[in-house]
């Protein structure tokens, strides 16, 4: 099995950058993607940012150009560097992987931390 745990949120101001972290435990799994997305209040949960375990990186279209998706393949962490902050990006960001328990696919989820960026 795997866990998530994401940290970083908080508040941040218009402009500024800032990063959020998502470490993957556990064992015996085998890895597809990892990756972020967000749910801002009343909205649906939109992709921010995934990476296979090749490399491939998708982005959202609301933050191309101004994120950064990145991971620590030692650590199996995934970082999200967000810069350029808008009060549009305030939202819950979670954690999300996707892969094997051995012949069982995997979709684990973080438990999300708010950011807010105040105009």
């Known amino acids: 099995q795997v866990q998530l745990m994401e940290s970083g949120g908080g508040l941040v101001q218009a402009g500024g950058s800032h990063r959020l972290s998502c470490a993957a435990s556990?064992?015996?799994?085998?890895?597809?993607?990892m990756g972020w997305y967000r749910q801002a209040p009343g909205k649906e949960r939109e992709l921010v940012a995934t990476m296979t375990s090749g490399g491939s990186i998708n982005y959202g279209d609301s933050v191309k150009g101004r994120f950064t998706i990145s991971r620590d393949y030692v650590k199996t962490t995934v970082y999200l560097l967000m810069n350029s902050l808008k009060a549009e990006d305030t939202a819950v960001y979670y954690c999300n992987l996707r892969g094997y328990y051995y012949t069982d696919a995997l979709d684990a989820w973080g438990q999300g931390t708010l950011v807010t960026v105040s105009p």
């Open positions: 556990g064992s015996d799994f085998r890895l597809v993607a």
